[in-house]
C-alpha cells in the first residue's frame, strides 16, 4: 500500500480510478486490475465515460464472443453496448461492495453515463438514466448526467426518483451553484413527498487539466507567461469554496437534518496534458475534506510514486486563486465564456468515441473487424 495514496484519503480524498475495461475486471492477480488496485493503491470507486468505454472494447478481444452472441439473438449496436458496458460495471459493483458498505455508501460507486448524445435532450436523459438504474440494478451505481441547461431539470428529477447520480461535464463555479441547487430541489422533493433522503448519494465532476490548456493556449499567445498554469487550480479552489459555503446554508443544514448526504466535489480530467507540469498537480494541489479525485491509472501511479501530499491544500491558497482569476479577467479572460466553450468541446469528445464504438462493434457483430 502506498503511503502517499494513504496519506492522501486520510486527508479526506477518495480516490476513484478513471477506467475502466473487462481486462481489469477478469484478471484479478495482474498489477492493473480493480482488485489490486483496491487493494494495493487505495481506490474505493470508479468513474467511467463513452470514450473509455470505446478504447476498453474496440482494443480488446475479450467482448468478442459477447458482441457476436448478442448479434445473433437480434440485438443491433447500440443495445449490444449497453448489454457489455451495464455488464462491466455490474462487475466492479460487486468488486467494491466491500468499500461501499465499509464507507456506508460514500465510497465504493462505479459510474456509468447516459448516451453523450442525449445532452440537450432533457426528457431523454431522464428516461435513458432511469433505465440504466434499472439495469445495472447495485445500489452502488452513479448515473453520470452532463451539467448541461438541459441536464440541470433532470438533475432534480433523478434525485427525487431516489437515484444516486454524478454529474458530469462541470468547468466553472457559476454552473457548479447550478448543479448543486438542482441537487437539493431533488431532495427537497423528495423530502416532501414524505420518501426517504439516506441512500441518496451524488458528486459533481468539476474538470480540471482542461481549463490550463484553453487558457494556457490564449495566455501564450499574448505573452502573459506569469499566468500559465494557474488558471485550472484556481478555478476548482473556488468551487471548493462554494461549496463550502453552500454546505453551510440553512437550506442545506435542514436536509442533513434529515439523513440528506451532501454531494461532494469531485475533481475529473486531473491527467496533466502540458508534461511541462509536474504529473501530480492536480491532486496534491486539490487535497480536500470531503472530495473526490478521479485519475487515470498513471496519474495515479505518479502520486504513488512521487506525490507531496501535505495535508488539505486549498485553504491556504484561496486568496491566491481569487487573486489569479482577477487577473485572468483584467487581460480578458472571460471564464463564463471559456467554460461554454468547454463544455461544448467536452460533449463532442464523448459523442465521437461513442459513434467509432458503434461502428467498431458492427463491424464485430458482421464478422469484418480485424
Known amino acids: 500500500m502506498s503511503h502517499r495514496l494513504v496519506s492522501l484519503s486520510q486527508a479526506g480524498t477518495s480516490i476513484w480510478l478513471d477506467d475502466l475495461s473487462r481486462d481489469r475486471l477478469i484478471n484479478s492477480t495482474a498489477p492493473h486490475s480493480l482488485a489490486r488496485l483496491i487493494e494495493e493503491k487505495s481506490v474505493v470507486g470508479v468513474t467511467t465515460n463513452p470514450a473509455i468505454f470505446s478504447q476498453a472494447i474496440s482494443t480488446s478481444t475479450l467482448y468478442a464472443a459477447d458482441i457476436k452472441k448478442l448479434a445473433a439473438q437480434g440485438n443491433n449496436a447500440e443495445q449490444i453496448i449497453t448489454h457489455l458496458t451495464v455488464s462491466d460495471v455490474q462487475s466492479a459493483c460487486d468488486q467494491l461492495q466491500k468499500v461501499f458498505l465499509a464507507s456506508h455508501g460514500v465510497d ?10 442525449l445532452a440537450r435532450d432533457t426528457a431523454q436523459t431522464i428516461e435513458q438514466a432511469k433505465e440504466l438504474w434499472q439495469l445495472v440494478a447495485r445500489p452502488n451505481v452513479l448515473i453520470k448526467v452532463p451539467a448541461t ?7 432534480t428529477e433523478l434525485i427525487a426518483a431516489g437515484i444516486s447520480v ?5 468547468f466553472s463555479v457559476a454552473r457548479y451553484r447550478e448543479v448543486f441547487a438542482a441537487f437539493v430541489a431533488g431532495l427537497e422533493r423528495r423530502h416532501a413527498l414524505g420518501l426517504p433522503l439516506h441512500d441518496i ?16 493556449a490564449r495566455l501564450k499567445q499574448n505573452g502573459h ?15 471548493y469554496e462554494a461549496f463550502l459555503e453552500m454546505k453551510r446554508t440553512p437550506q442545506w443544514i435542514s436536509l442533513a437534518l434529515h439523513g440528506a448526504h451532501i454531494q461532494r466535489p469531485l475533481w475529473a480530467s486531473t491527467g496533466v ?10 491532486v496534491v494541489e486539490l487535497v480536500a475534506p470531503e472530495t473526490v479525485n478521479t485519475m487515470p491509472e498513471s496519474t ?13 491544500t486549498i485553504s491556504a491558497s484561496l486568496e491566491q486563486s481569487r487573486a489569479d482569476i482577477v487577473a485572468l479577467a483584467q487581460l480578458g479572460i472571460d471564464l463564463d465564456e471559456v467554460a461554454a466553450k468547454l463544455e461544448q468541446e467536452g460533449l ?7 459513434l467509432q464504438l458503434i461502428d467498431v462493434v458492427e463491424k464485430v457483430a458482421s464478422g469484418d473487424h480485424a
Open 300 to 312: 495515479l501511479d505518479a502520486v504513488a510514486d512521487h506525490g507531496d501530499i501535505r495535508g488539505e
Open 273 to 282: 496534458k502540458d508534461k511541462s507540469y509536474s504529473d501530480d498537480r492536480y
Open 166 to 170: 454524478n454529474v458530469t461535464i462541470i
Open 149 to 155: 441547461v438541459e441536464g440541470l431539470p433532470a438533475i
Open 108 to 117: 465504493g460507486r462505479v459510474s456509468i453515463e447516459v448516451d453523450p448524445r
Open 201 to 216: 448519494h451524488s458528486v459533481a465532476s468539476f474538470f480540471v487539466s482542461r481549463v490550463d490548456t484553453e487558457i494556457d
Open 225 to 239: 507567461s506569469h499566468l500559465l498554469g494557474r488558471a485550472a487550480i484556481a478555478n476548482a479552489h473556488l468551487a
Open 348 to 354: 463532442a469528445k464523448f459523442v465521437t468515441p461513442w
